[in-house]
């Protein structure tokens, strides 16, 4: 009997340490982790005074609550590789020519860790003229006119939902961006609205694919043919998707830049002094969108970016398993 009841407390304690392991090795269903992608740029672009940002002077919150830093580090170098598609709206204007010897000096300068490719607007696609290349000539090849018809990329906004949802990259180091060349009209929406719901749709499928969104106004028809509502409505989404993704936007008033070179300027310095975030967060259920806060205290002399949004997922899985699998065309 004495033998039987021993066997029996053996049997009960080997079970529940199964339990008490299988509950420790399950995933907290609770809770979640995110990632995001900062930008500190130094006073007045000055690189010899970037200052050194750590995980303690950073304060991440999602949906208002605040968030353990998980992970916090420098990207630069071959360690965080950069993919960048400059995505040109396929109704640009014939005096878009002006640019061209600009955005040829931008791939050439741009560091060996940078891969790169050029997309076009056409017909709510983003169209890719190739795979990315860290070769400038490579990817210069995919460099042409646009066609310049009005309306020719239907809208922005399915174009960059498409990119996203398509991005020709399965590499989980490697940081995602976009710089979209357009002014950012919706010609399914002409007037401003802050709910447009294409331009909404575009903001969730960026931050899903961690991709950070910048963006250059460029008219893509006469302004004769153009209202100021439209051109501002243009340029008020564009500021909503690239704040919501962590990025920047170019413009000056409603026309045309003279020169993208400045803008390029501004890029390259952005993309050197960035930094990767990782953070946990409560998960209401299935992955989600959720709303993003960060301060980085002790930088008065420093500028910093951060998306509004980011995407949390079940702990435990990759950093980008929240991201398409980039099936590329």
């Known amino acids: 009997m ?34 995001a992608l900062i930008t500190v740029v130094p006073k007045n672009g000055d690189e010899a005074a970037r200052p050194n940002v750590t995980s303690q002077n950073v304060q991440v919150k999602v949906n208002g609550k605040t968030s353990q830093i998980t992970r916090f580090s420098p990207a630069r170098g071959a360690g965080s590789p950069l993919e960048l598609v400059l995505m040109i709206d396929g109704g640009a204007r014939t005096s878009f020519g002006t640019q061209m010897s600009d955005i040829q000096n931008f791939v050439k300068e741009m560091p060996s860790h940078t891969k790169m490719t050029i997309a076009y607007m056409v017909n709510g696609r983003a169209e890719l003229t190739g795979p990315f290349s860290s070769n400038p000539a490579e990817v210069l090849r995919g460099l042409h006119m646009p066609n310049g018809f009005v309306a020719q990329n239907a809208s ?29 009209v919706d010609y399914y929406q002409l007037r401003y609205d802050p709910d447009d719901p294409y331009m909404l749709s ?60 400045p803008y390029f300027k501004d890029l390259r310095l952005r993309f050197r002094n ?4 990782g953070f946990t967060a409560p998960l209401k259920g299935k ?21 509004q949004q980011v995407f949390v997922q079940q702990s435990g899985m990759p950093a980008s398993g929240g991201a398409p699998t980039g099936t590329g065309r």
């Open 2 to 35: 004495k033998t039987l009841k021993t066997g029996l407390v053996s049997a009960m304690v080997a079970l529940l340490a199964a339990v008490t392991a299988f509950a420790a090795a399950a995933p907290d269903q609770d809770q979640g982790q995110g990632q």
């Open 156 to 184: 922005p906004y399915f174009c960059l939902s498409d990119l996203a949802k398509n991005w020709p990259s399965q590499d989980p180091t490697a940081r995602r961006e976009v710089v979209m060349v357009t002014d950012g």
């Open 202 to 261: 575009a903001i969730n499928d960026a931050v899903r694919a961690h991709v950070v969104v910048y963006s250059i106004y460029w008219v893509n028809k006469g302004r004769i043919d153009r209202t100021w509502y439209e051109n501002n409505a243009g340029q008020n989404l564009l500021a909503q998707v690239t704040q919501a993704t962590g990025g920047k936007s170019y413009w000056e008033g409603f026309g045309d830049p003279v020169s993208f070179a």
């Open 274 to 277: 960035q930094y990767e975030v």
């Open 287 to 307: 992955p989600d969108v959720e709303r993003f806060d960060l301060k980085v205290g002790g930088l008065a002399s420093a500028k910093v970016s951060s998306p």
